[in-house]
Structure formats: C-alpha cells, structure tokens
C-alpha cells in the first residue's frame, strides 16, 4: 500500500511540475490585464483602472528604487499589488483606481501614501513658481549624475508634459499624471 501511494504522490508531483508553467502563465493572465493602445494615456495600466485616476513613478535603470526595481508595480487604491507589467520597459509604480481628484498636488499626496511610504515625495515651495518636486521614492534630483548640467522630475499629464506645476494641475476623471528623471 505505501508503495502505491508514494508512486502515485510521484506521478502527481511530476505532472504538477510538467504543468506549472501553463498554470503559472494562467494564472497571471488573469491577475492583471493591461491596456494595449498606443493612443490612450492609460496605454500599459491595468484595464480596471481605465476612467480612473492614476500616478506612475518611474525611476531611471542607472538609480533603481528599492522595492519597485523589476518592471512596473501596479498598486491599487487599497494598496495591494494588482500585477506587474514587465512589457513597459521600465521600472517604477503606478497607483491607480482613484477619482474624485480636482486639485494636483493632493492627488500626488494621497496617492503615494497608499504605497506604504515607498514613494514618499519630497518638494519645496517656490514663491514664483510654486510646489517643486525634488524627492520621490527616496530618489532625489541632485543625486543623478552623469555628462549633463543637471537632472529634475518631469511631470507629465495624460501623456504630454505638464505646463503647470503639479500645485496648479487641475485633475479630471481618467487622468494619469506621470513623474520620471530628465537631465539637461
């Protein structure tokens, strides 16, 4: 009888471990399902998040986060990772699944705050100009370095660079502001 069960706990192991790649693959299709089009601002994001609000932090390769080092990290507004999209060639987190947002920067605010204080932003008050991001994720702006005069974050708005800053941003439903590294 134990000879028995133990060939057939083999046969079993052996065909749990022919199969977990089709299992695995499965498996991820369905924890996350991304927009696929090239056209939409929401382009990479997950398709539940489609007419909300979303933020995305992407950090250069040469200064990898801590935490979010492999791919995209797509966080929802309970805080819980939904997936990882790896097809963006990037790395960093987005936060999405927010609406109801008008003002900018307390979109920025509370929406990082729902990463545990992994992307805890950092700015200063510039009286001509207003809110000025320096820090995200521990990130600053004067640690970049390399053949250029300086780095900053950019913001971008639904795909395109922001022409106000992130306390004058006024935020709709579906919008999706984004945050990365530019030298000049």
């Not at 995209?72 to 990882?84: E, K, L, T, W």
């Not at 936060?95 to 990082?112: H, I, P, Q, R, S």
């Amino acid at each position: 009888m134990s000879d028995r069960l133990r060939l057939g706990s083999t046969v079993l192991l052996v065909a749990v471990l022919l199969l977990f790649p089709f299992i695995r693959d499965s498996v991820n299709e369905e924890v996350a399902r991304f927009v696929s089009d090239s056209e939409s601002s929401h382009d990479g994001l997950p398709t539940e998040w489609d007419e909300n609000q979303v933020i995305c932090i992407y950090f250069p390769v040469e200064y990898p986060h801590s935490v979010y080092s492999s791919g995209v990290s797509m966080i929802d507004a309970d805080g819980s990772i939904i997936g990882v999209n790896n097809d963006l060639n990037l790395t960093g987190a987005c936060v999405g699944g927010l609406e109801g947002y008008t003002d900018g920067l307390n979109f920025m605010m509370d929406a990082t705050r729902v990463a545990g204080g992994h992307l805890a932003v950092g700015y200063f008050v510039n009286p001509n100009w207003g809110e000025f991001v320096h820090t995200i994720g521990g990130l600053s702006d004067k640690e970049i370095q390399g053949d250029f005069n300086g780095a900053y974050w950019s913001l971008t708005h639904n795909g395109r660079y922001s022409v106000v800053g992130i306390g004058s941003l006024v935020m709709e439903e579906g919008d999706v502001i984004s945050w990365n590294i530019e030298t000049w």
